[in-house]
């Protein structure tokens, strides 16, 4: 398993490394708020483990590995960022300070729930790119769905994401249990634009089309029951 600090310094190279070129001692020591000593003896055994290929006067280069474990980190960090302040409305200096703490320990499932749930964000709140999945993974492949203002009634559907640019409509949705994952039936649609009527587990809810329009599913069989 890899360690805290070593994810710490793979996440720095990797943002450091974006324009190709090999990352100096310096750099990395600013950035990091250690000494350019410290810097050489963690990049000797970085590259001891196969993550980087460090050369003496020249500087830092990741190993394929190394850049693999850096972007995940980095992408998990942009994501916390983009959840933080997005849904829970954390600003943005406090949502990197919590983000650069849950990084570390947030599982890939999780990792899957946030991207479904903020539709799969390119950004983080400051603009800077979110990194993609590695290819080899599948967490957050796209689902075919439509808006849950297009589903009849009597349709089962399930959640696959939402897709909302207002932090206070987002948790207003995520606050009446309608999260990606989750099923719900839809028992009626009001005329004249009216709501529409749900029922999630045991809950029954009157959604307006606005936030309905945000609601993302996939068509999951019939409803067991109508809502009496």
Same mark, same amino acid.
């Given at each position: ?20 070129? /090999? ?24 590259? +001891? ?10 500087? @830092? ?29 954390? $600003?943005?200096?406090? #949502? ?6 849950? +990084?570390? @320990?947030?599982? $890939? ?11 799969? /964000? ?5 603009? $800077? ?18 808006? !849950? ?15 909302? $640019? ?10 009446? #249990? ?18 529409? !009527? ?19 599913? @996939?068509?999951?069989? +019939? ?6």
């Amino acid at each position: 398993m890899v360690s805290e600090n070593v994810e710490e310094y793979l996440e720095c190279l990797w943002e450091l490394s974006q324009d190709g070129r /090999p990352v100096k001692t310096k750099n990395i020591a600013k950035k990091m708020n250690v000494s350019p000593a410290s810097v050489t003896e963690m990049m000797q055994r970085l590259s +001891e483990a196969g993550y980087v290929k460090y050369e003496k006067y020249k500087g @830092t280069t990741l190993t394929d590995e190394g850049h693999r474990i850096g972007a995940r980190i980095k992408r998990k960090h942009r994501l916390l960022e983009r959840f933080l302040v997005d849904v829970l409305g954390l $600003d943005k200096g406090e #949502g990197h300070e919590e983000a650069c703490r849950l +990084e570390h @320990t947030l599982s $890939d499932e999780s990792e899957k729930r946030i991207c479904q749930m903020m539709n799969n /964000p390119k950004t983080c709140p400051d603009g $800077d790119p979110i990194p993609e999945c590695n290819e080899d993974c599948t967490l957050c492949a796209s689902e075919p769905s439509i808006p !849950l203002t297009e589903v009849e009634r009597g349709e089962k559907v399930k959640i696959t994401h939402l897709v909302c $640019d207002d932090a206070i409509k987002m948790r207003r949705i995520i606050s009446m #249990g309608i999260v990606p994952g989750r099923t719900l039936c839809v028992e009626d649609r009001l005329p004249m634009g009216g709501p529409i !009527l749900l029922s999630i587990q045991d809950s029954k809810i009157a959604l307006a089309r606005d936030y309905a329009s945000m609601v993302h599913v @996939t068509l999951a069989g +019939e409803c067991e029951k109508r809502w009496a």
